[in-house]
Every structure is written in structure tokens, then in C-alpha cells.
């Protein structure tokens, strides 16, 4: 089953290049609890969706989860933080001052941040191409290449399973109608069946893949895996982002090392 691609610039790129990029700006944004670096990064991907194909209306659609973990988890902080600075509300025990919220802010941003680059990279390549870098160019053990591969083939595959084991339970007069206990009962049996046919799947394909030869020691590949000037432009704007993002958070004042023994 092959992903379907968005975008028309970077599913041309090596998918070593977009994984480079999403690495060092996840990297940059984890060293640092700050809500400037992790601005500037968001900002930069968010201006970079056009490369993606899609507008960000339709983004924030698909990745509403994401956008409201990010929001708890930023109020949350906010909340519990340490109570330093100016008081910006107090209502009963609720207490938010500005060293607090900066703190929730910089948790929020940080998240979507850190999400972005991995949406970025699935979205816009296909795990054959993604295959192919990591052994021809990377050159890791062939066999866990195309094993992973084959595992991200059968994620679409997975999520048809389910939502066929679905119609069936429900056919039966088994569903996930009733009390919350109810609904986990016969959420939990359903996702025992789809692990059982996962398994199922998983042995046939392993047998299959070894008849074909796949486990042999030596091999040759389709496709060739190549880099273009079109990767070194990915990778200098990762390096752009990221460095932007640390000058940024330098400058102002907010860059909070994480490793910094002081």
C-alpha cells in the first residue's frame, strides 16, 4: 500500500536530507525550554506548508490531536509552574503569573514545534524511497531495512483490519455502544483480533519474504538512491531554521540549555 504523497518539491528530495533537517530542528528545539526558539521554528514550518501542498486549515484538520495535546499540556504547565514574576491572574487557588504562563507557552510551542518536522517527512516520502537511502547510502543491515519497510506497508493495511473487525462485531450485535465499561470491554477485544491478524500477517509475510529471497547476504537494488542539489538545499535550510531559532532565543534572553550544569 503506497502513501499518498503531498507536495510537488519535496517528495523529489533523498529522504536522508528531509530526515537531516527534521532531526536538527527537533534537536535545536528540544535543547531549550524557551518559547522564542520553539516560535521561530513553528514559524518557519508553518511558512514552509506550501512545499507541503496543503493549506493550514486543512493541516490543522488533520492534526487537531496534536494541536489540542499541545494546548493542555501548555495550560497545564501554566498552572503548575513555579509562581515567579508578575501576577497575571489569581482566582481562588488558580494562580497564572508571567513566568508561569511564558513557561506554558514555551511547553505548547515546543510540542507543535517538535510535531511538525515528523509531518513534514511522512507526508512527503515514501517509505521505498526512504528504504532505499538508508541501505544504499546509510548502509544498514539490509534485513531491518526491508523489515521496516514491509512494517509500514501494512500500517494502511492494519487500519482497514480494524474497521473491518468493526462492521463484523457489530454484525454480531457487539459494538462499542453502552457504558464507558462497556465501550473499553469491547474496545480492548476488538484490539486483541486486530493484534491476533496482525501476528497472522506478520509470520506469512516473514515466510513469504525469506522464499523470495530476501534474506540473502548479498543483493542489488531497483532503484538507486541519489542526491541532487535540490537535497543540499534542504539541508541549508534546516541548518538556516535551526540556527535562527538559537540567535533568536540568545538574543532575547530566553535560552534555557537543558544540559547546562549552572
Known amino acids: 500500500m503506497t502513501p499518498q504523497?503531498?507536495?510537488?518539491?519535496?517528495?523529489?528530495?533523498?529522504?536522508?536530507?528531509?530526515l537531516f533537517a527534521a532531526v536538527l530542528v527537533t534537536v535545536v528545539v528540544m535543547l531549550s525550554i524557551d518559547w522564542v526558539s520553539a516560535a521561530v521554528v513553528l514559524g518557519s514550518e508553518l511558512l514552509l506548508l506550501p512545499l507541503l501542498g496543503i493549506s493550514a486549515w486543512q493541516l490543522l484538520k488533520r492534526t487537531w490531536p496534536l494541536v489540542l495535546a499541545a494546548v493542555v499540556a501548555g495550560y497545564g504547565t501554566a498552572l503548575l509552574a513555579e509562581k515567579t514574576g508578575a501576577v497575571l491572574l489569581e482566582f481562588g487557588p488558580v494562580l497564572f503569573t508571567q513566568d508561569s504562563v511564558n513557561s506554558g507557552i514555551a511547553i505548547g510551542l515546543r510540542g507543535l514545534a517538535i510535531a511538525?518536522?515528523?509531518?513534514?517527512?511522512?507526508?512527503?516520502?515514501?517509505?521505498?524511497?526512504?528504504?532505499?537511502?538508508?541501505?544504499?547510502?546509510?548502509?544498514?543491515?539490509?534485513?531491518?531495512?526491508?523489515?521496516?519497510?514491509?512494517?509500514?506497508?501494512?500500517?494502511?493495511?492494519?487500519?482497514?483490519?480494524?474497521?473491518t473487525l468493526g462492521l463484523a462485531r457489530h454484525a454480531r450485535g457487539v459494538g462499542?455502544?453502552?457504558?464507558?465499561?462497556?465501550?473499553?470491554?469491547?474496545f480492548?477485544?476488538?484490539?486483541?483480533?486486530?493484534?491476533?491478524?496482525?501476528?497472522?500477517?506478520?509470520?506469512?509475510l516473514a515466510v513469504a519474504m525469506e522464499a523470495r529471497g530476501f534474506g540473502?547476504?548479498?543483493r542489488t537494488w531497483a532503484r538507486e538512491s541519489t542526491f541532487t542539489r535540490l537535497d543540499l538545499w534542504v539541508?541549508?535550510?534546516?541548518?538556516?531554521?535551526?540556527?535562527?531559532?538559537?540567535?533568536?532565543a540568545v538574543l532575547a534572553g530566553t535560552w534555557n540549555f537543558l544540559l547546562d550544569a549552572s
Do not use: Y
Open 188 to 204: 480492548l477485544g476488538q484490539g486483541f483480533g486486530l493484534i491476533v491478524q496482525a501476528i497472522r500477517r506478520a509470520s506469512r
Open 5 to 18: 504523497l503531498t507536495g510537488r518539491i519535496l517528495p523529489r528530495a533523498n529522504p536522508l536530507s528531509k
Open 176 to 186: 462499542f455502544e453502552g457504558n464507558p465499561v462497556a465501550r473499553l470491554r469491547n
Open 235 to 248: 539541508c541549508l535550510v534546516g541548518v538556516l531554521i535551526a540556527g535562527t531559532a538559537v540567535t533568536a
Open 116 to 163: 511538525l518536522p515528523g509531518i513534514f517527512l511522512l507526508t512527503t516520502t515514501d517509505p521505498t524511497d526512504l528504504a532505499d537511502a538508508l541501505a544504499q547510502k546509510l548502509k544498514m543491515p539490509h534485513r531491518f531495512v526491508l523489515g521496516a519497510l514491509a512494517g509500514l506497508r501494512l500500517v494502511g493495511l492494519l487500519v482497514d483490519e480494524w474497521r
Open 216 to 218: 540473502a547476504g548479498d
